[in-house]
């Protein structure tokens, strides 16, 4: 929390996530997407680590969905079969 009581220079600040294609998608049983977090900067140009994961407590869906690469900027998701739609939340720390 430098950032508050420091100047921002000698702060070190939040990483800026940015999702290429969006934060929003909806997809199809067994459709595979690519989640694209290469864009992301660090205000203070320190280099950047990754990690997806998701959020199973904020979603709706029962079943379980896995993501490729979870430490790189970019993963990919395959949405589980299902009879019903339902929401998978991702999450991306940088």
């Known amino acids: 929390m430098d950032w508050c009581v420091k100047p ?3 702060a070190n600040h939040p990483p800026l ?3 290429r294609t969006g934060t929003r998608r909806t997809v199809k049983s067994g459709e595979t997407i ?3 977090a290469s864009e992301s900067t660090d ?3 320190q ?7 998701i959020y199973r407590e904020a979603g709706t869906c029962q079943e379980q969905a896995r993501l490729e690469n979870p430490a790189s900027s970019v993963t990919r998701l395959t949405a589980p079969s299902v009879s019903a739609s339902g929401d998978i939340h991702i999450s991306c720390g940088a």
Request: charged share 20%; glycine share 6%; net charge negative.
């Open 17 to 19: 996530v940015r999702i």
């Open 47 to 53: 280099p950047l680590s990754f990690e997806w994961f």
């Open 34 to 36: 690519v989640l694209d």
């Open 43 to 45: 205000p203070d140009g």
């Open 8 to 10: 921002f220079a000698q």
